[in-house]
């Protein structure tokens, strides 16, 4: 990935008011597209979910990736998971729900939200470049017990692009503890998704409130076509 050099300030039509974006200092955050969350037999369907309310977020994530990388920009991915021993996960996280499976357990594909295992592994129509950090979560925010502060301080990043699932989870909790930081945050309407589309409207309509109390929300379209912009 070669770093975009110039500057260029794009006008994005955004929730709830346009937004000036320079994607010199922008990333695109890809939050936890994972085997585990978005396929059949993962550990999102053991908990009784339909899995293609969250695939349908594949596509639209799929040209972000696309025109991001055209583009240059920095591109980060992040998976939720816990170590083989668990040492990093809370008692109170392991014991909460009804089960009948618990993270660390064995499921189809293998055990769940355990690094290195198939089901916490990304997506493969989403696979990282060889070149695109990616940041293992104990938790739902991408900055708790990460380096997601130090990548973006050292590339001088002001504003993030964020993708991913769920809407109203580890998308909301990430793009809460961005604006603690200091980061603009455009959300993707159609590139976040979520197994209640209830808690997705909502969790939508949360960021933009007040005048954009946690930043701007944008559709996919809308949002690549001033991208691919810089790469014409």
Known sequence: MTPLS???????????????????????????MQRDFLEPGGFGAMLGNDVSLLRSAIAPCQRLLD???????????????????????????????????????????????????????????LMPLPDEPVLDKPGKGAFYQTDLSLLLANRGIASLIVAGVTTEVCVHTSVREANDRGFECLVVSDAVASYF?????AALDMITAQGGIFGWVADATTLCAELARIDA
């Open 6 to 32: 110039r500057p260029t300030l794009l006008e994005i039509a955004a929730q709830p008011y346009p937004l000036a974006l320079d994607p010199a200092r922008t990333a695109l955050l890809l939050i936890d």
């Open 67 to 125: 025109v991001a990388r055209k583009a240059g920009m920095l591109v980060i991915h992040t998976r939720e998971g816990h170590r083989p021993d668990l040492s990093d996960a809370p008692p109170a996280k392991l014991t909460r729900g009804p089960g009948p499976m618990r993270i660390g357990d064995a499921g189809p594909m293998g055990r769940i939200l355990i690094r290195g295992e198939p089901g916490h592994a990304i997506v493969p129509e």
């Open 197 to 201: 589309p209830q808690f997705h409207r």
